[in-house]
């Protein structure tokens, strides 16, 4: 569950510190808080979800570079944290500006709290709240599937179902088909204030979609937690009233199959079954997200359009696709720039798989698309697993200890510097050799000024050796760069 920012600033073990809003982002006051964190770890970010309001007392902070500080802001908004507030006083007397213009930029909210406060008393205030809010609504939730599940038992149809659903709840229920026809529905749509939706799948299979219209005094999260808790039910009834064809039924088994590294007689059968070519170009599509089922209508349109044949399969936070490449490199080169442009929720993955020979190949292209997705930086956008090439073969056939061994002895000094003095030097190597050593482009995807950029190359070139150029070293240590994200 979460409670709007403005609210929990409210609460009076933060509402003592004073806090102020340092920087303009939209709607900040109305931004969803899940969770109360505190940390004075600067690499915190990966270990967040989302919807963090998170707590910091700034001493880590104010002994860093101010392209460390930058870093940790558009790391934190890509996160999609609710915001950061930081305690001002002996180790950050004041927020730096360009701190803040980063953050604004991002849409990172930063939050100052000009009085010490104790940071677990805030946690213990808000979070048990939290937890006891959303208690009662995951008890309130099974009690209307268990309500939803006997009205079943009983003979009871659509309308029945969502009629339970929409008495305990206080929303109005409806559930529409994916091409928009309303299968079924219960209540007033004329008063809605808010509306939440849920995809009820049917064996992998997007069935239908439970719209909940809430009324202004009406509670949507305990809307969201019971049409999900429903969706078993619906997903029943809807299987009894139109059961899956023959073709759907080997679409959704092929994905299943592929999911599973099955065997290749196996896909060669159930490939041309559902529709699915067995020979050709494959490349498979990974989305890790919180919103894995309600992205998969907009990724199954987005695949019809790129490629001349697709099938995809939602599993728990995850979501997977398998398309057929007509062009090879051309398409997929197509889907990866189409997948840049889908809208998917904060803190979502995206990986796009080798291309694979055929449909036996597809589940070693999932497999790679996954391990790039563990592989990828934080932030980035798409992930190509071809750009990856080399630290998934690394990952693979070498050992850790060779690979250590490797980057210690290439770039070793350029480590232990970083370590030292908190500096980027390791990332900027990276981003200019990723761009074939053309420094305007590393520049920009570095957020710096060029001459800043060159200033790092120098100190760099200094502690390996010299300008790689020049001395036949630039392969070695660009491997070098690969094996230390590994």
């Not at 008890?139 to 929409?166: C, F, I, N, T």
């Not at 229920?173 to 209540?187: D, E, F, I, K, N």
């Not at 529709?275 to 089922?293: H, Y």
């Not at 990724?299 to 936070?317: E, I, K, M, Q, T």
Request: charged share 20%; net charge negative; with cysteine.
């Amino acid at each position: 569950m979460s409670i709007a920012l403005g609210a929990a600033l409210e609460y009076q073990s933060l509402k003592s510190a004073e806090p102020r809003f340092l920087n303009n982002v939209p709607e900040a006051l109305d931004r969803p808080v899940r969770w109360v964190h505190s940390s004075e770890v600067l690499d915190i970010a990966p270990l967040l979800s989302g919807g963090e309001l998170l707590l910091s007392g700034g001493q880590a902070l104010a002994g860093v570079t101010t392209e460390r500080q930058a870093d940790y802001v558009r790391e934190l908004a890509a996160r999609g944290i609710a915001a950061l507030a930081l305690e001002t006083g002996p180790a950050l007397p004041e927020v730096p500006a360009h701190m803040l213009e980063t953050a604004e930029a991002a849409g990172l909210p930063v939050i100052e709290l000009r009085h010490v406060v104790p940071f677990v008393g805030v946690m213990q205030e808000i979070n048990s709240l939290l937890v006891s809010e959303s208690v009662e609504h995951l008890q309130r939730g099974d009690q209307a599937s268990h309500a939803m599940a006997a009205e079943l038992a009983h003979g009871g149809g659509l309308d029945q179902l969502l009629a339970v659903l929409s008495e305990r709840t206080g929303a109005s229920a409806r559930l529409v088909s994916p091409s928009g026809l309303t299968l079924g529905a219960a209540g007033s749509f004329e008063d809605a204030a808010s509306v939440t939706t849920v995809d009820v799948p049917v064996r992998g299979v997007l069935a239908a979609r439970l719209e909940l219209h809430m009324p202004d005094d009406g509670d949507g999260g305990l809307a969201r937690v019971a049409g999900e808790r429903s969706v078993d039910i619906l997903g029943l009834a809807l299987l009894q009233r139109m059961p899956p064809g023959l073709k759907e039924l080997a679409g959704i088994e092929l994905m299943r199959a592929i999911n599973a590294g099955g065997q290749h007689w196996q896909l060669q059968q159930l490939g041309p079954a559902s529709g699915f070519p067995a020979q050709g170009a494959v490349a498979a599509v990974v989305i890790r997200s919180t919103g894995a089922g309600h992205l998969r209508p907009a990724v199954d349109a987005l695949l019809r359009h790129c490629v001349p044949h697709s099938a995809s399969y939602a599993n728990n936070a995850e979501l997977i696709a398998l398309a057929a490449l007509g062009e090879g490199i051309a398409t997929r080169h197509a889907l990866m720039e189409a997948l840049e442009g889908l809208e998917v929720p904060t803190g979502s993955l995206v990986a796009v798989g080798p291309l694979g020979s055929g449909i036996v190949q597809a589940p070693w292209t999932l497999a790679e698309a996954r391990r790039a997705l563990d592989l990828a930086p934080a932030g980035k956008g798409v992930v190509d697993a071809d750009t990856l090439a080399v630290e998934l073969l690394a990952q693979e056939a070498l050992d850790p200890a060779m690979r250590e061994g490797f980057v210690h002895r290439q770039l070793g000094a350029v480590v232990e510097h970083d370590r030292l003095k908190k500096s980027q030097l390791m990332r900027t190597l990276a981003v200019w050799l990723d761009t074939g050593c053309n420094t305007a482009q590393a520049a920009r995807e570095l957020h710096l000024e060029r001459q800043s950029l060159h200033h790092r190359l120098q100190r760099i070139f200094e502690l390996c050796g010299g300008d790689p150029r020049g001395n036949g070293r630039l392969a070695a240590l660009h491997l070098a760069t690969k094996l230390a994200r590994v």
